[in-house]
């Protein structure tokens, strides 16, 4: 099993992101994919998760409206566009594999086996 973020940089206050989550070595349809931010120092924030094998969403409440989860099938490629970025969610931004994705789950990073490496988000003020 792999996923490997990408996209991460840097982007001023209220610009946009869109990270990608590229998977391989398991049956995509069958999982759901999280993403989760990290400041050093600080606990693991769950932001949101899709459900691939119906394309089904669940966001944070800290991110809806704002961000969104989508999947490209054909590339086993999972996106995460960020929109409206404030400097508070500089972070490294992860995705992980899991087989649930709910209100309960999407901030539980115990219920996810496998990870990225993560990809740096710096929003600057």
């Known amino acids: 099993v792999q996923l490997v973020e990408s996209g991460g940089g840097l982007v001023q206050a209220g610009g946009s992101l869109r990270l990608s989550c590229a998977t391989s070595g398991f049956d995509f349809e069958d999982y759901a994919i999280a993403w989760f931010r990290q400041v050093p120092g600080k606990k693991r924030e769950g932001i949101g998760c899709i459900m691939n094998s119906v394309d089904s969403t669940y966001y944070g409440d800290s991110v809806k409206r704002r961000f969104t989860i989508s999947s490209d099938h054909a590339k086993k490629t999972v996106y995460l566009q960020m929109n409206s970025l404030q400097p508070a969610e500089t972070a490294v931004y992860y995705c992980?594999?899991?087989?649930?994705?709910?209100?309960?789950?999407?901030?539980?990073?115990?219920?996810?086996?496998?990870w990225g490496s993560g990809t740096q988000v710096t929003v600057s003020s």
């Open positions: 992980a594999l899991g087989s649930f994705c709910g209100s309960y789950y999407y901030a539980d990073d115990t219920a996810y086996d496998y």
